[in-house]
């Protein structure tokens, strides 16, 4: 957390969940970045854990359609694996692409979202985040 420190009694598990948003100056898509965390062990499979997470997602989100799936992925450094998707809101069909990594015993979802008429700059966005990012060390 940025804005305070605390110290929490017993022991927690981080499942905590990050949101940030943005807009495309030259089209004025709206992008939402989302990254999600879940601890995991050390035999957990990517390709079983990514199917587990889209099969989460088919459960809370109506219509949701993986449109492509992406087993050759490479994330700084480590194996991942992308999907792009479609789903519907009250307002309209929107686009989400998301990559799948696991590193240091926790499964990370990167996910970017946007209107289905705005998916290039939904790709674009989530393209420029994985060209930067980097791990930090964790120990599993």
Known sequence: MDEAAFELP????????HVLSTTIPASGADV????????VGVDDDLGSLADHAIAEQRGGVAGLEVLERDEALTVAGAPAIGASMSFRVSDGPMYQRQVFVVNGGRFLTLTATARWKHRADCDATLASVLETLSFRRHDA
């Not at 022991?11 to 905590?16: G, I, L, Y």
């Not at 939402?32 to 601890?39: G, L, P």
């Open 10 to 17: 017993g022991a927690w598990t981080d499942k905590s969940v």
């Open 32 to 39: 939402a970045f989302w990254v999600s965390r879940t601890y």
